[in-house]
């Protein structure tokens, strides 16, 4: 059972990813905390990656399916996996189908978790994280100031570089331009399963399973 996730910023598809990772025993792969982990490394290729997500630009496809390419290598045959937001551009969809059935893998469905774009700014301008044990936190539900500690580990809380509004807007207009050609491809496929992602995670969860 493999499957590829989308959704716009906001959306909480990284939420729904665990949610049926952990419900059908599938390897999580989200392709942006993949690149965010080795932009903290200390290379060439950490040093690109890291200037591309400071800017708010896509990671070429040939990087993107090397790197991934060696984390499906890592999940055993037995398990399958869900992609989070890849493929993400139209190049990237034969060479990562390609790289999967290298592994005996091929894409059973893909998940749309549609939002309305101002509804992903108000989200996502409300996250934010804890510096020391990398929760995620929500202004309003987890914390009520952003000058708050941690609830869980008392430590600093930030938010990341790229959830300013200019980053928030540059990243949405990358995603409508870029990916949604995607998700239109495996629509046309009729692969596609699209959900109402304005609902609460639980709704937009029990949908997933139902339209499954």
């Known amino acids: 059972m493999n499957f590829i ?15 049926l990772a952990e419900k059908f025993n599938l390897s999580h792969l989200e ?13 060439l290729l950490s040093a690109k990656i890291s200037a591309l997500i ?25 398990q399958g996996l869900i992609l989070d937001c890849a493929p993400r551009t139209l190049g990237q969809i034969e060479p990562v189908e390609t790289m999967m059935a ?13 939002l309305p774009y101002e509804q992903s700014v108000a989200r996502i301008t409300k996250r934010y994280l804890c510096a020391a044990c ?18 869980t580990c008392g430590g600093q809380i930030t938010q990341r570089a790229d959830d300013t509004p200019e980053g928030i807007s540059k990243r949405l207009d990358i995603f409508y331009a870029v990916t949604l050609p995607v998700i239109e491809e495996y629509r046309k496929r009729g692969m596609l399963i699209e959900i109402d992602g304005s609902q609460n995670v639980e709704a937009v969860f029990a949908d997933i399973i139902a339209k499954l």
Do not use: M, W
């Open 134 to 151: 990398a929760k995620p936190l929500v202004l309003g539900r987890d914390i009520e100031n952003a000058t708050d500690s941690c609830p």
């Open 5 to 19: 996730i989308f959704g716009p910023q906001g959306s909480g598809k990284g939420t729904q990813a665990e949610k």
């Open 102 to 114: 290298q592994h005996s893998r091929k894409i059973e469905k893909a998940i749309y978790i549609s």
């Open 31 to 43: 392709t942006g905390q993949i690149f965010r982990d080795i932009a903290q490394e200390d290379s």
């Open 54 to 78: 400071k800017a708010g630009e896509v990671v070429p496809d040939d990087i993107t399916v090397e790197i991934l390419q060696r984390f499906v290598a890592q999940v055993p045959a037995e």
